[in-house]
């Protein structure tokens, strides 16, 4: 049963006019009744405005989304996630509460480039975002290298970017990452809730973040910028024949 409600939220997902999804590896997107269409640089026409472009990244149920944007109508904002079935939570609420200034895009974080031009983006926030715990898994977290490479491509210079997790494994996993790629660290707060807060979007709780409470959890937030330049990647290094008969 849950399988076919599954499936029966994604032929939805198809039918709503605010959701846009990624079906291939090109930069296209499909919207309503299947219509395809290539979002970069143009999200301002969508919206029907030139307001900022604000993205909640791995947005699972878009809490956030919806709540900034009911908070502020001064701002678009786009919640990013690869789970069709936690987006169609998110819209339908959006669509029943007539959040004009709301959308959503299932498609992988790491082609958000794909769909957003050089500077479309004002700000992005990363709300209790998984942590990929192993270690052999980290540059799958959110403030990995890769991941804030592809941020720098899409953002305005000086944009800030919001981290708010449970995880102490990522906080100090992000604080390491801020060092490496010269980032400037705005606020560092190891313990919202008994430290106090100034962010009024910290004030919004997802049902993960209350599961988190109700589990004693420490809440983390970590705000900063991207620096001008970031170092570059490393190379990738070409498989060999050699190197593959020495992995077997």
């Known amino acids: 049963m849950g399988k076919k409600r599954k ?3 994604f032929a939805r997902l198809e039918e709503f006019p605010l959701v ?4 291939h590896w090109e930069s296209a997107l499909v919207r309503k009744e299947g219509e395809e269409m290539n979002m970069q640089g143009k999200w301002g026409e969508y919206f029907g405005n030139d307001l900022p472009i604000i993205l909640e990244l791995a947005c699972g149920y878009g809490e956030y989304t919806i709540g900034m944007s009911a908070a502020n109508k001064d701002a678009n904002y786009i919640g990013v996630d690869i789970k069709g079935d936690r987006i169609h939570q998110g819209a339908a609420i959006a669509i029943e509460e ?6 959503f895009l299932r498609a992988s974080i790491s082609n958000l480039d794909r769909f957003f031009a050089p500077e479309e983006v004002s700000e992005i926030w990363i709300i209790f975002p998984d942590p990929f715990l192993p270690e052999r898994q980290s540059k799958k977290r959110l403030t990995a290298p890769p991941f804030l490479h592809i941020y720098h491509r899409i953002l305005k210079p000086q944009a800030f970017i919001h981290l708010k997790t449970d995880s102490d494994e990522l906080f100090e996993f992000s604080h390491l990452m801020m060092k490496k790629q010269n980032c ?3 606020e560092n707060n190891n313990n919202i809730y008994k430290n106090g807060f100034e962010e009024e979007f910290l004030k919004i709780k997802t049902r993960f973040e209350k599961s988190h ?3 004693d959890r420490t809440i983390k937030y970590l705000k900063f910028q991207l620096p001008e330049v970031l170092p570059p990647l490393p190379v990738k290094k070409k498989r060999t024949e050699a190197s593959e008969e020495e992995e077997d």
């Open 7 to 9: 499936l029966e939220k």
């Open 184 to 186: 400037t660290v705005v």
């Open 98 to 103: 007539g959040r004009e200034n709301a959308a």
């Open 20 to 23: 846009f999804q990624q079906v």
């Open 213 to 215: 409470l109700a589990d």
